[in-house]
């Protein structure tokens, strides 16, 4: 098991704010880095305080690539429960990217294997510098549930009823949240130079324990990082059990 460096924040904000800064800090020594995003709850304030911290200090963005992890199959950008629009909404309308660098699988490709091919081979081309995780209940890092295959590449996936569950709560009710999504494979993840694990509230604690714990398995989709040379674990008390 490789050893990770996890930062033990007390608060949510705290956690977001050192999420922010290694991000930060990341973009300042190379104008050209690529960035691998997540959506959700958990990295909703590291957005808010990157986005801070890039207009203070006006940092030019204008060679920055992103990719984003996952979406969901059906939603088209204009949906506000899709990936497209949190991103927008969260990040990409605070800070100046080129829209031309902004990587984000689309759901609803005509051709979903043309869509997903072409995307791990975008990915293979640029490199990602920096990836942000956050993980599920169940151990999954983007849509990668357990029993994925460590070696699985950007993919078409189905949603376990766990995470339809816990994805609810985003949606009117439980009928309309998509059961297939687009998503990095967990061999792609693993490209990435650098990952930042985010694992924020009491919820979590048990996913939390479970990485930490150190085993590995297919079984919990999180374990793969364990093979990562470089992955930093953001945690906040509540995850801790603390
Ligand atoms: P959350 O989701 O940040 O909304 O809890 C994380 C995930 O399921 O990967």
């Known amino acids: 098991m490789t050893k990770f460096t996890e930062v033990k924040a007390s608060t949510y904000d705290e956690m977001s704010r ?131 295959s460590f070696d699985s590449l950007t993919h078409r996936v189905q949603l376990t009823d766990e995470t339809i569950e816990d994805n609810a709560r985003f949606f009117e009710k439980k009928e309309d949240v998509p059961t297939e999504a687009l998503s990095m494979g967990l061999a792609t993840i693993m490209k990435a130079k650098k990952i930042i694990l985010l694992i924020s509230g009491a919820n979590k604690q048990e996913a939390r324990d479970l990485f930490v714990s150190g085993e590995v398995s297919e079984d919990v989709p999180v374990s793969i990082l364990h093979n990562h040379p470089n992955v930093i674990l953001l945690t906040d008390s509540e995850a801790r059990g603390e």
Do not use: C, W
């Open 18 to 148: 050192e999420a922010a800064k290694i991000i930060f800090d990341d973009l300042k020594a190379k104008k050209d880095t690529v960035l691998g995003l997540a959506t959700g709850s958990t990295p909703e304030g590291m957005y808010d305080a990157l986005s801070t911290m890039i207009n203070e200090a006006d940092l030019d963005l204008s060679e920055v690539t992103t990719f984003n992890l996952d979406e969901y199959v059906g939603l088209d950008e204009d949906n506000d429960q899709s990936y497209h629009y949190f991103m927008d909404k969260n990040l990409f309308s605070k800070i100046d990217v080129p829209k031309e660098n902004i990587h984000i699988l689309n759901g609803v490709a005509d051709n979903i294997e043309k869509e997903v091919k072409e995307y791990e081979a975008l990915i293979d081309e640029k490199g990602i510098d920096i990836q942000v995780l956050g993980i599920g209940r169940n151990g999954h890092i983007a849509f990668n549930e357990p029993g994925t």
